[in-house]
């Protein structure tokens, strides 16, 4: 898989720099080309020479050469480097470095590249156990999985400190397989070909403060709409409201209500080839709105009883609209699973239907991991493990694709 691809190896300040060495040496082994990009920093740890030297490549590590008099060469490698790569893995990613991707940052060769790329990027943090653990780390790391990045988890063990704990550089084996599976989950075979993904929750009002919803992130559609994306599909997203970044190359709608997501699922789908369902709509709206806020001295005894009517069954009606377009619906049970993701499956004509269990360990609501079961007509359902929602996205996809109409 990695013969002949063009590989981007960003290194950046830290102890574990120094393992870089051993996985460009095992990347060229598998005969993929590899270029290197250092931090300033990194260069404190391991020099650009043994890199050029494994690599059999020139190393980067300005943005500028550094007699601006004297030559242009380097003035748009961020930009060449960017176009030739067909991914890009920073490993050891440091702590600053994966703050200044989550925010945005271009302050030196290597974080500009990462605004350039068109490539998947892979991440293997490594850094000191309390530095990991930090609050403003994993979130950081959250924006970057939100935003399609593959980060490979630090391994535990002790560490350069002396202390133990996860941070370790993962291991090199690891970390080529890892690349290799994002090489082999984004290769452009949507290209040419629409999606159209329904993601988070909706908010049926009850009065202008309150409102009837569920715990749905949103990340399992975002995951699979920034998928698709990196698989060249012209991506259109309709999100109930979550906190979540719109992943690059996909065209947002926000909605709030199930009526809402109903109408905008209708103006899109005629035109799309892939229907990807993953929003968790509401059943249930209240039957009457209150125009203003319910007090709560206005409310007799104590109860109330709040009357609530049928939201539009999306999937069931745009089976009259439906043409060549490939379907695929969510199943979120507690108990019976299979029994009820069949029967949706049949009722609503599904091409298949994705089952998971939120109570289930590493599928629970806002996890960056999911557990799910593949369930189709002509198939016996298929488990797969606990996976990144990432993962689990190409999977579906990988699953969809050969369902188009040629």
Request: aromatic share 4%.
């Amino acid at each position: 898989m990695l013969r002949g691809k063009h590989i981007l190896v960003g290194v950046t300040g830290g102890i574990a720099a120094y393992k870089s060495a051993y996985l460009v040496r095992e990347l060229i082994r598998a005969e993929a080309e590899v270029r290197v990009v250092m931090t300033r920093a990194a260069t404190q740890f391991i020099t650009p020479l043994t890199m050029s030297t494994l690599s059999k490549n020139e190393v980067l590590v300005d943005m500028f050469p550094p007699n601006a008099d004297q030559s242009t060469d380097q003035s748009t490698s961020h930009i060449t480097l960017a176009l030739w790569a067909d991914v890009m893995l920073i490993a050891p990613a440091s702590a600053n470095t994966i703050a200044k991707i989550a925010a945005g940052n271009a302050d030196n060769l290597l974080t500009t590249l990462v605004l350039a790329l068109r490539c998947p990027l892979v991440c293997a943090p490594a850094m000191d156990v309390d530095m990991y653990k930090n609050e403003m780390t994993q979130r950081n790391i959250a924006v970057l999985q939100e935003s399609g990045c593959v980060v490979i988890e630090p391994e535990e063990g002790e560490l350069a400190s002396g202390l133990s704990g996860p941070g370790r550089f993962p291991e090199v084996g690891r970390i080529v397989a890892e690349v290799t599976r994002a090489l082999e989950s984004t290769s452009k075979d949507l290209v040419g070909k629409k999606v159209l993904v329904t993601a988070g929750p909706t908010f049926e009002p009850i009065d202008p403060v309150r409102f009837i919803g569920n715990r749905s992130s949103g990340k399992m559609g975002y995951s699979v709409a920034s998928a698709a994306a990196q698989r060249g599909a012209e991506v259109t997203l309709i999100s109930g409201p979550v906190a979540l970044r719109t992943p690059r190359n996909v065209a947002r709608i926000d909605v709030e209500t199930a009526r809402e997501m109903h109408a905008a699922v209708r103006r899109a789908f005629a035109e799309v080839d892939i229907l990807v369902m993953a929003a968790a709509v509401a059943d249930f709206s209240p039957a009457v709105v209150a125009e203003q806020k319910i007090k709560r001295d206005e409310l007799l005894g104590r109860s109330h009883s709040l009357e609530l009517v049928k939201n539009p069954d999306i999937l069931q009606d745009i089976e009259s609209l439906r043409k060549n377009q490939v379907v695929i619906g969510f199943a979120l049970e507690t108990n019976n699973g299979l029994v009820h993701a069949r029967e949706k499956l049949r009722s609503k004509r599904l091409d298949f239907i994705v089952l998971n269990n939120p109570l289930e360990r590493g599928a629970a609501f806002g996890s960056d991991t999911n557990i799910v079961t593949i369930v189709g007509l002509t198939h016996e359902p298929e488990p797969l493990p606990c996976m990144s929602k990432i993962s689990v996205a190409h999977a579906i996809l990988d699953r969809a694709i050969p369902l188009l109409k040629k």
